[in-house]
């Protein structure tokens, strides 16, 4: 070890070799970068995997080569090894090391971020044995949140933090380290600030001194002489950081990253990334001159005071000199059906002032006019009175404009400021047009319709809530129901309307209905609907039993991530992508009082779109299925053309990425509720991490969209009632048909059964038999019951109104408390009325 | 060396979705020992399959039982006690590398656990740096560890074992920090194989012949070599290899973790050619982990991390 600190040491430059630091003689560490490759993806496609190695072989590197300890270990050196946490644990367990210290950083809402120190601690509270993980948190937490900048959770025992079932430490590093222990998490690799921050080498050398620092006060060692100063250079209007700013401090000069520098290995955007970061050491503690300089601004010159005790911070605010440019315009230029009663809105590059910008500014023909100000003064909103409709207008604004700092406006583009903007534009035709009955479900004529549909009817423009009065809907059950019961509700998706008929009840089987729009409905205009509007509908038969997933009416939080939690969503614009609950949009068929919103926002340069809505814990994560069933939720469109599918994770127990699968993508093509159904047995599968087959047991996984190029790239999408369905009737498309014409009880199938009988299927599944009966004419109560030999009731298979039909039910071999019976015959009798018939069945187990 | 390791694991592949032949479960597990307030883990079993040595939670401690789960016993409450003991081979007595703590540094020493005498025997002074865990050369009589230069060679003050095999009985094998030596305890010589040049070696397991071992890659797989370092067979996934007692199979644990907490784990076994790999565990809500092979060959003892529990189950093949 002294040979090897030699040769390091003689390669050093001078000033590090005098800064030879001693008291870790006899002491060592375990570094561990948590995740492998590139695990734990954040914001804008850069890892916390590859952040956490970066800051660890950095901090590796400070302790060897300025400081006298034994020596120091490290989990993984690469961006290729995936090491398990058993690997980590056991390898400094191995060699016996000194100490652990987990280098992380944290994910969720685009908003957050702030550090955190975990330690090992057992569910009474304790602190882990041996101790020191919880002492050391103290000065990591705090000069890792000052050199963070950021705020913190503090230094909290493991088991407190997350809650233990058992007697803990609660994190596999705390719990399975044979010596004192901590985890930091140093920010948030989901915030947008913080992330592209960690994108720069030199900020990660900030994490790693902190942390060194921190171990030098732990072991109460003098930290040597700081010399540090670094910062942020952002543009103070706009507050973006400025890529490409030099800045020269003490003869050196650093060069903030730019596109062409970093950016452009996360984003084909060159304007996208920014964080104007810049970091120097060595300095001497003086004061010294800082100058930054960047194409576009006006220069600064400032000084800066170096402490000797921890980083000088010194950000730099840069004024630009590109005169202002109007960005973008409503209407567009040469647009010739702009509506005459809508805002004008006009988007500038910069902060304007304000006065000098509605004195230069003419509307003609001349029209009485507002202005309403807002982000920061740099968009124009001109409202005023209706506009001619069918005519010619011109805006101007003179180059006498000015921006806040006097640069006067450059209306045409070229450079310069001090020429004018104009606009020429026609106003269209008055709205003349009642709103437009697009599209209707169920569709006109369509038959084996589910029997509790959500009947939709879009609109192509927004309806007059007032006019959608009570009796503007009815639905029919065809000459015997005059009013089928049920609420009619009205949303609002960008500029169009859709009602919702949710029945009070399921619908009858096998039946024809009749559902229609009076006249009335109109637009905001007045525009009236004036002929009866007509959809018409026959339903199947086919009944389910529904397990419920989520019915996201609790836990939310709990159950589900953010969809920035997960290292598979990509291609999001963060601040416009979150999941909350929602009272408002909710799917009435059931007694549903909240839904799952997700709101996204696509970045349309992203190469790859990906928000993974990920089931993360909770009993729905409990639920196991296989492929017989079908996968259904209710899903609130936005009419946008994206995309979404199902995940489920396959051969569960066996854990493993290959084993997601996924359903087609569904196409949102519609606005307000519709059901969705994955029907997994018909075997269709999409394409994602897995083999596209469905062939071990299924635990849900995750709702998953897209972005389907050219479609809205933001928007919101409301989800309500995930469930399971498996058919417990066999339905039949043209009932008329095929109604059964007697009642009869057929032979259960297999008999005998049981698990000597049949294969086995799913854990405590394997015991089934199906037993079918029909039922002709009218509505009947049918009762069917399977009964031991001494005549005792077993259990009750159906006991409910069954509309005519050819139904199956299935029985497990289990009594009315879920205990399975013995071997034996058993009897099973159906009544319906008049009729009662019974028949025998084996059951082998 | 790239093409043969390719041709090794596909021809591994092949055979195993190939073979169903192999150890089954015969009988559900039975949990010995431990659950909350009391975690345990790690069982091992003594060569003669009499008792089995576990530890508590973090590897602090040490304790026996009888192979039924009656009768346990503390040996130790030393942390890292747990971690990396060795039952001699007479299963008279156990090793391991104890650790103390005293402000933020690290002492460590090699402790004997006599169990005929009751009693325990520091063979080392404490030190602050001690990356080696002793084993027992298999005479019984001396136990041997890498030190941070060479080999140190402790004498345990036990008569010899009688041997029958005495070929074997000189072999000694040990991490050199990440690399795998393989020596002579007589002559204390040894030489460093590297079967996978520049890669970490780590839970180095010898068969009870001395003819092979297995061992994990950090970030890699787990692998099957001759003490000659021929042979090398990649077993693919798998972590804490543990040997049958004739040498043939391994048993062994697969995990699943989201770099913060394990989530999953079940127990495989699988031949040491790569062959008749067989998963004998299937849950979704117990976390098996640590396997060791009972001497009779029929019984796997585990523990279950959510439940902080021993259990044995029994296979057959
Ligand atoms: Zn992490």
New binding site residues.
Partial sequence: MKLVLTLILAILPFSELSAQVTGLAGWNIFLDP??SQKE?MGIYGYS?AEKNLRVALALRDLLLQTTDIDTVYISRTNDQQSVSLTQRTDYANSLGAAWYHSI??DAGSATANSTLLLWGQYRDGREKIPNGGKAISAPIVNLLTRGMRTTTRGAIGDCSFYGCTFDGPYLHVNRESTMPSELSEAGFHTNPTQNQRNMNAEWKKLEARTLYWAILQFHGIARPVAGFCAGIITDLESGVPVNGAQITLHGQTYTTDTFQSLFSKYTSDPNLLHNGFYYFDNLPQTTLDLIVTAEGYGGDTSQVAVVDTFFTFKDIQLISNVPPVVLNSTPTPGDTRFPAWADLIIDFSRRMNRASVETALTLTPEVAKTFVWSNNNMRLRIHKDSLQTETDYTLTIAGSAQGQYEHRLDGNGDGRGGDDFVLHFKTGPPDLRAPLLTAVYPLDNSTAVELQPILNMRFDEALDPASITAGIFNLERFRDVPTVEGTLKHYRVGNESVLCFFPAQPLTAARFYIARIFPGLQDGFGNKIASQQMFRFTTGNATFATTNLDNFEANLNSNWFVPQQSGSTTGIITEKTSRESNTNVVNLLTTSTTSMQVNYGWDANAGAWLIRQYLSGGPPRQVLFNSSYILQVYVFGDGSGNQFRFAVDDNIPIESASNHEVSPWYTIDWIGWRQVSWDMSAGSTGTWIGDGKLDGTLRFDSIQLTYNPGSATEGTIYFDDLRLLRKTSVGVDEPAATLPSAFALHQNYPNPFGSAATSPALSGGNLETTIRYQIPGERQHVVLTVYDMTGKIVKTLVNAEKAAGDYTIRWDGKNADGQPVASGTYLYKITAGEFVQTKRMTLVR | MRTTLKMLFFFALTLITAANAGWKVVKKPVKLIGGAGKEFMQPRWSPDGARLAFTGAGYQGLWIMQSDGTGARQLSAEPAAGFGFEWSPDSQALVSRVAKFEKQFRYNAVKMFDLEKNEDRLLSEYRTFMPGLPHWAETGQKIYMFNRQNLEIFDTGTKALTLTKTAASNHIHFLKADKIAVGDITTGAYKVLEPLPGQTCLNLAPAPQKTKVAFEILGGNMYVMNVDGTGLVDLGEGHRPQWSPDGEYLVYMITQDN??QIQDSELYVIRGDGREKNQLTFTNDKIEMNPSWSSDGNKIAFDVMNDGAIYVLEISK
Avoid: C, D
């Fill in positions: 948590g995740h734990n916390e992380h950083s | 770099g913060h």
